[in-house]
């Protein structure tokens, strides 16, 4: 079948030319309702970067035997194949890895405009603010606003606001669902049952809200954060969660401009550049969420103790960044990872020569003797927990300390397949856990406090060994 097409040109004076359909390569077919005539009007198509103009098109009439079944196909030896560039940010993670946070910065804004925005916490993810600021370019900001923010928060985000001239675009959770969670479960639900799905209505869901209107967005996550559950973190992703403006997987980039970066420095950061920061940190508040669920951390503790201090160190995620989290537990623990492909070797801690290594039948015998020779103190451990590492220079230091003067320190690693018999048996709550079991007493005690230091620990021991 031929498909006649007259192609009239004031420049060129092309009278009509015949194509046969079997011979056809066209790049891009446009579908056309048919008509006993149809006008095709100059255009200009933009394809592969060039543009290119189609002349106009006087399609004549067409029998029933030689229509095209719905659809007009449009030739011009102008038109190219269109090319669709997909950035591979894997790649483009590899070669950022190495760069400044500003930079990092500077490519996300540049790369997508008005379409990004920065998750502000109202902590001291304030810098990626200060490094959105310094590039000069313009940039959004939002925050999810829970309705259970501490006072200093609140201030903060106006200071900020004043400070930069932005508006910050605050995201708050559905009235309804709160409603509903308040009065079935009370205000601190959390307490007993977890913080899960408390943070999912006034958090999550928020939040997979505001990244729907959005293609990027960036975030304060930083490695050392949390070691055992962040330490993967790239400075620039597909995000592996959530779905953006267009929908569906793929469409949200994920940029962690600060990945890399420790507290430390930026915190001298934020000093050198005099930027505003909450006033909780003063008062020794490193890690802010919600008033309920963060404190402040003693010394000798990890940040991420501030926040949800009654449960394990595994679940000290709201849900926020799932896609970074790391398992860290049961099988990951054990050095395999993705059923076996990736190995992990997870270093042990506490290694003075002075500390006892307690196997599980070795603490199931501390546990029987009721008359024993000398008292014992015991951390419950996990060599992944980022708790557990922070007090280890002064749990060696109190073993060492102790060494020859008729008491035991000891270790006993109680994650895995330890971890139920350890709960059920040794009072195991979240990691660290440490237990004193006294000279002539069958009850181990388990010692209350959050302060990890050698003179809490010698004072604790004193009192009841």
């Known amino acids: 079948m031929s498909l006649a097409i007259n192609v009239s040109s004031s420049s060129s004076g092309i009278s009509s030319s015949i194509f046969r359909s079997s011979e056809l390569k066209v790049s891009q077919i446009g579908s056309l309702r048919l008509s006993d005539r149809i006008n095709v009007s100059a255009a200009s198509l933009s394809l592969s970067g060039k543009r290119s103009s189609v002349k106009p098109l006087n399609v004549q009439s067409f029998t029933k035997e030689s229509m095209v079944p719905q659809a007009a196909t449009m030739v011009a030896s102008e038109v190219t194949e269109k090319v669709v560039e997909v950035e591979d940010f894997e790649e483009l993670a590899k070669r950022l890895e190495n760069a400044s946070p500003l930079e990092i910065m500077d490519k996300a804004l540049e790369k997508f405009g008005d379409d990004i925005a920065i998750a502000f916490s109202g902590a001291e993810d304030v810098a990626l603010i200060e490094y959105a600021h310094l590039t000069g370019r313009p940039f959004r900001v939002f925050s999810l606003d829970t309705g259970r923010l501490n006072p ?132 020794g508040y490193v890690s802010i969420g919600c008033e309920p669920c963060t404190r402040a951390v003693l010394p000798g503790q990890h940040e991420r103790e501030g ?105 006993f690693r109680a994650d895995g397949d330890q971890k139920e018999f350890a709960k059920q048996e040794l009072q195991l709550g979240s990691f660290p856990t440490i237990l004193v079991f006294p000279k002539n007493s069958s009850r181990a005690i388990k010692y209350p406090s959050e302060k990890r230091d050698v003179d809490s620990l010698t004072s604790f021991l004193n009192l009841v060994r």
């Open 152 to 283: 200093e928060t609140y201030r903060l985000f106006d200071t900020v606001e004043k400070h930069y001239g932005i508006r910050i675009e605050y995201m708050f959770p559905d009235a309804v669902e709160v409603q509903a969670l308040v009065r079935n479960k009370g205000l601190f639900s959390f307490y007993e049952d977890g913080h899960q799905e408390c943070c999912r209505i006034r958090k999550v869901r928020p939040l997979r809200r505001a990244l729907k209107g959005l293609r990027a967005w960036i975030t304060g996550q930083r490695k050392d954060q949390s070691p055992g559950t962040r330490s993967e973190i790239p400075v620039v992703q597909v995000d592996p969660v959530f779905e953006g403006l267009d929908g569906g997987a793929g469409s949200l980039v994920k940029w962690n401009p600060v990945a890399n970066v420790e507290g430390n420095d930026v915190w001298n950061f934020l000093r050198t550049m005099d930027v505003p920061v909450n006033t909780l940190h003063a008062a």
């Open 307 to 411: 926040r949800w201090w009654w449960e394990d160190a595994k679940a000290k995620e709201c849900g926020l960044h799932k896609g970074n989290v790391k398992d860290v537990d049961g099988d990951d623990a054990k050095g395999i990872v993705n059923g076996g492909t990736k190995s992990v070797v997870v270093e042990d801690i506490f290694k003075s020569e002075s500390l006892v290594s307690l196997s599980r039948q070795g603490i199931e015998n501390l546990m029987k003797l009721e008359n024993r020779k000398e008292p014992w103190i015991v951390v419950l451990y996990a060599p992944w927990c980022p708790f557990c590492q922070a007090m280890e220079a002064s749990y060696d230091e109190l073993a060492d300390k102790l060494a020859g003067s008729g008491i035991k320190v000891a270790k």
